[in-house]
């Protein structure tokens, strides 16, 4: 059974352009949360979303930031218009469900904005 | 979600039990306790979870006392390739779904 998955696992911007980081989740699992790291510092909540719904999004940024998970293929998480404080690792974990269910982690994609 | 305190960093020799103390004072009776270690820079491992009783699976032991204030996860023979920031995380069984990651504990295996 694969685990999480996440493409690509390192990807390069320049200040201004667009970053797509896409996470296809376990197998059975429909849930999926996104959280960041930035160097030096410990994980934090992004945003939470079943197929096609957001379900909590409190810890992501008002602007430039994005999420879906539609019906079909990977859960994408857009970043427009990146800055260099946007260079972090960035981790898509998945959950067969909420409650209880324990949430398993990607290798992450490493962004690194010149 | 309780909040956790972990000592910064630990030594733990090579084929020695590693033993990682948690303190979750705060903790509800409906949060659980989970533990994650993240290995360099790769993505958190999920290592063990429980509510109130001691749990056992192949990766390592997780006892938490009667009060439920604290916690210890055990690592039985650490091996060189257990060398991680570990993570105690409580979280409530319904509500908030996200994890909250403080800032672990840096775990060193000497040879």
């Known amino acids: 059974n694969a685990g999480v998955m996440q493409n690509p696992r390192h990807l390069v911007r320049r200040r201004g352009q667009e970053a797509r980081l896409r996470c296809s989740p376990m197998k059975g699992h429909s849930h999926v949360y996104w959280y960041r790291q930035l160097p030096e510092e410990g994980l934090k909540f992004m945003v939470y979303l079943q197929k096609e719904n957001i379900i909590d999004e409190s810890g992501m940024p008002k602007e430039r930031f994005s999420a879906e998970f539609p019906k079909e293929g990977p859960s994408i998480l857009r970043i427009q218009q990146v800055v260099r404080g946007d260079s972090a690792a960035y981790f898509c974990?998945?959950?067969?469900?909420?409650?209880?269910?324990?949430?398993?982690f990607g290798p992450g994609t490493r962004l690194t904005v010149l | 979600d309780a909040k956790t305190t972990q000592p910064p960093s630990m030594d733990c020799a090579e084929g020695r039990a590693a033993n990682l103390p948690c303190n979750h004072s705060?903790?509800?009776?409906?949060?659980?306790v989970y533990w994650y270690r993240q290995i360099h820079s790769q993505g958190p491992q999920y290592i063990i979870h429980g509510l109130k009783n001691n749990e056992t699976n192949e990766m390592a032991s997780l006892i938490i006392t009667e009060d439920r204030k604290s916690s210890t996860l055990i690592l039985p023979h650490a091996t060189l390739r257990d060398t991680a920031v570990y993570y105690c995380?409580?979280?409530?069984?319904?509500?908030?779904?996200?994890?909250?990651f403080g800032t672990g504990t840096r775990l060193t295996v000497i040879p």
């Open positions: 705060t903790i509800s009776g409906n949060e659980y």
């Open positions: 995380i409580v979280r409530v069984a319904a509500g908030a779904n996200n994890l909250f």
């Open positions: 974990a998945s959950s067969r469900g909420t409650v209880t269910d324990t949430q398993y």
